[in-house]
T-cell receptor, first 118, second 116 residues
């Protein structure tokens, strides 16, 4: 009964490179959330996706960041031309669809990807 | 605006002491959910509890208990007889109706250190 899987667990990039973070939700979960945890801070919502759709990207920086959740395969958070300020832990969470509203659904978190930008 | 405040940045106790972690939230909505998550040194997030806005009953689970008071917009978490393994960062979070996306708004977290 696999939980949310994220890879890589640690990622080191130099300024200007691209970072690709992968998230495989719990089997059967069709809702994925991405959160960012900057050093010494709490988690901040970035984006909420369903299969093939971005539902809410109100927390995504306007430039360089994108996310997708294709029909097949994991959800991907892509950061282009990384800068030192992107260094953070990026957490993915998934939630089941229960046929009712998502409010109050438990979110199952992955172990996170720790991105370090040199 | 929706907001979660955990005023205690760090708490240090000695093993077997009781400790309460405070959480105060702000929301304009009448329907919402509150959560507590634990983040141990290994970094993953562990779900502890979920409470909806219509259920103000306190809850106890082993050494953990939660006190939800709508009148003061607080959802405090108490660990009784703390243990070294309780050392972690604890996050309070809010999920509310607008947009119905289920996204969570987290507090800044409280770092709890339990010394032997």
């Amino acid at each position: 009964n696999a939980g949310v899987m994220q890879n890589p667990r640690h990622l080191v990039r130099r300024r200007g490179q691209e970072a690709r973070l992968r998230c495989s939700p719990v089997k059967g979960h069709s809702h994925v959330y991405w959160y960012r945890q900057l050093p010494e801070e709490g988690l901040k919502f970035m984006v909420y996706l369903q299969k093939e759709n971005i539902i809410d990207e109100s927390g995504m920086p306007k430039e360089r960041f994108s996310a997708e959740f294709p029909k097949e395969g994991p959800s991907i958070l892509r950061i282009q031309q990384v800068v030192r300020g992107d260094s953070a832990a990026y957490f993915c969470a998934s939630s089941p669809y229960t046929g009712t509203q998502l409010l109050g659904n438990e979110q199952f978190f992955g172990p996170g990807t720790r991105l370090t930008v040199l | 605006a929706q907001k979660v405040t955990q005023a205690q940045t760090e708490i240090s106790v000695v093993e077997k002491e009781d400790v309460t972690l405070d959480c105060v939230y702000e929301t304009r909505d009448t329907t919402y959910y509150l959560f507590w998550y634990k983040q141990p040194p290994s970094g993953e997030l562990v779900f502890l509890i979920r409470r909806n806005s219509f259920d103000e009953q306190n809850e106890i689970s082993g050494r953990y208990s939660w006190n939800f008071q709508k009148s003061t917009s607080s959802f405090n978490f108490t660990i009784t007889a703390s243990q070294v393994v309780d050392s972690a960062v604890y996050f309070c979070a809010l999920s509310e109706t607008p947009g119905n996306t289920g996204k969570l708004i987290f507090g800044q977290g409280t770092t709890l250190q339990v010394k032997p």
